[in-house]
């Protein structure tokens, strides 16, 4: 008879682990970054997370993505859809780090383009995620009951999705000129993305049963 793997079996332990690292680069990516950036070129917040890679910070803000793409790309679930999901936002996540945002003043043609392929890959990112939050990691074994922990855990994936769907939103809004004049001294564009991705960090810490663990 062939033995089903258990909570203990060695791939499970493996893919938790992953779900675990992601959570908390994305986590702490916003928080690196920032503080980075304070300790070796002085105070002051960048506009967004992207203009990070204008900073000392490049490294950090690459790497990390290339980090997450990578995990993304090896994270398995329970139908094809988690396998697209997760090639999809590596592919997306790898476009952000490799094609950088646009420079705050003095773009060439090149950047600009290079800028707008940054700007897509990064919505779709941020969309890809939410999907993950709101119809992947709330699904339920068709064998099993989900437990009283589990429908915590749904309860925590779905505030995370919606909570990315609200900060993407509300970028769009932040970034019409009207709005921008306003608003851009408070670096909303940073602080927006930032609840985003700590949210979306939040979400695989608790797939990977960091919080709200089965008992």
């Not at 682990?17 to 970054?33: D, E, F, Q, T, Y």
């Not at 990112?125 to 939410?130: D, K, M, Q, S, V």
């Not at 999907?131 to 925590?156: E, I, S, W």
Request: aromatic share 12%; with cysteine; proline share 6%.
């Amino acid at each position: 008879m062939t033995q089903q793997p258990g909570p203990q079996d060695p791939l499970v332990i493996s893919y938790l682990s992953m779900r675990k690292v992601v959570g908390v680069i994305a986590c702490a990516l916003p928080l690196a970054l920032a503080f980075g950036k304070i300790l070796l070129q002085g105070p002051g917040i960048e506009g967004s997370i992207s203009y990070y890679y204008y900073t000392d910070m490049r490294g950090v803000f690459v790497g990390s993505l290339c980090a997450m793409a990578v995990f993304l790309g090896s994270c398995r679930g329970y139908d094809r859809r988690d396998e697209v999901a997760g090639w999809l936002a590596c592919a997306f996540a790898i476009g952000v780090a490799m094609f950088p945002t646009r420079p705050y003043v003095g773009a060439t043609h090149e950047e600009t383009v290079i800028g707008a392929v940054h700007l897509s890959c990064a919505a779709l990112l941020f969309l890809t995620l939410a999907y993950f939050c709101l119809a992947l990691f709330t699904q339920t074994d068709p064998g099993k009951t989900p437990t009283p922990r589990k429908l915590q855990r749904n309860t925590v994936y779905r505030v995370c999705g919606t909570l990315i769907l609200v900060c993407i939103s509300l970028i769009v809004v932040v970034s019409f000129p009207a709005v921008n004049a306003r608003v851009w001294q408070l670096t909303p564009v940073f602080w927006l993305e930032s609840t985003a991705v700590i949210s979306f960090g939040f979400s695989w810490l608790t797939k990977g049963e960091t919080i709200l663990k089965d008992q």
